[in-house]
């Protein structure tokens, strides 16, 4: 009897899905995390034939649409497009309503979004060696914008900070264009944003790119080296996505999800619609993402400390 009941046990990937699966993304539609999430929903439902909604819930942070997820039930239907504040407000955010790694099932790091640094015209500054000496001559007298306090681009110009031991003033503005627009007026001196979003200004010669903050050169600006490479080793600051499930998500379709969502990052069509966006798809394994999200935790909660910075 035993032997028969635990072969008519069905496996629970066997079944999944059966219905519409929904991504929650914690932004409002339009943005680049929103423009993921359902070309990754698009694909799953050419493969599997049901429906996937791509749910907005922004405020909070990210914090609203994190903790639906976490609080979801683990049956593999809510899934969370996961942003790099996903790893940055365990620290900036300290009483979170979700334990970050305890309450999700990490699936897969979608892609990597390389950022810039970039500099008004005027700044007489062309390497990121003269740009660090131009602000240890100017004490507090230099500032640098972002998207928003606590963001990516915040994060790479504390980091930028830390690394070069000078004092750039942060400037927050209300997402990455006005951010840019205040670099290419001289309101600001510098900014961190993605290469795709900057390119336009880079072309047109309203701002001026320094240096790629990520690990390798950007196919994009061949050319233009890395802070890596420009003498601050192991300078990485870059936006990314990845995918994640609430914690208690039976491991079959965990892995199934992960199986599937790899496949659908590195064909050849998406590879070109993300290198086409200026992203880098990655497409890893379970354990190869929950690592990435360790690791970025880490890393910023160093430079969230040192900087001393607080949610506003």
């Known amino acids: 009897m035993l032997a028969l009941a635990l072969h008519a046990a069905p496996s629970f990937a066997q079944t999944y899905p059966a219905k519409a699966l929904r991504i929650v993304v914690a932004y409002a539609p339009g943005g680049t995390n929103d423009i993921s999430a359902r ?12 429906p996937v909604i791509v749910d907005n819930r922004p405020g909070g942070g990210t914090v609203i649409g994190t903790e639906l997820v976490a609080k979801s039930p683990p049956d593999g239907y809510t899934l969370l497009l996961t942003p790099p504040s996903f790893t940055t407000n365990p620290t900036y955010l300290p009483k979170l309503p979700y334990d970050t790694l305890r309450d999700f099932a990490p699936i897969t790091l979608l892609n990597i979004n390389p950022q810039v640094l970039v500099v008004n015209p005027s700044v007489p500054a062309r390497t990121a060696k003269e740009l660090a000496a131009l602000a240890r001559a100017r004490p507090g007298g230099m500032n640098c914008s972002s998207s928003g306090s606590g963001g990516a681009n915040h994060l790479a110009c504390e980091l930028f900070n830390a690394m070069a031991g000078v004092k750039i003033v942060h400037v927050p503005y209300k997402g990455n264009a006005p951010s840019l627009l205040a670099v290419a007026s001289g309101e600001i001196d510098l900014s961190v944003n993605g290469v795709l979003a900057a390119m336009a200004m880079i072309k047109a010669g309203r701002v001026r790119p320094v240096a790629m903050t990520s690990l390798k050169r950007s196919h994009a600006l061949p050319e233009l080296p890395t802070l890596d490479e420009s003498g601050y080793k192991g300078f990485e600051a870059v936006a990314w996505t990845g995918l994640a499930a609430p914690g208690k998500t039976p491991a079959d379709i965990a892995g199934k999800l992960n199986s599937t969502v790899v496949k659908i990052v590195q064909s050849p069509e998406l ?6 966006e200026g992203s880098e798809p990655v497409g890893n394994t379970q354990e190869q993402f929950r690592a990435f999200l360790q690791n970025e935790i880490v890393k910023w909660r160093k430079v969230i400390q040192v900087a001393g910075l607080k949610a506003e």
């Open 39 to 50: 070309a990754i929903g698009q694909k799953l439902t050419e493969l599997w034939g049901v």
């Open 271 to 276: 590879k070109e619609r993300m290198l086409a």
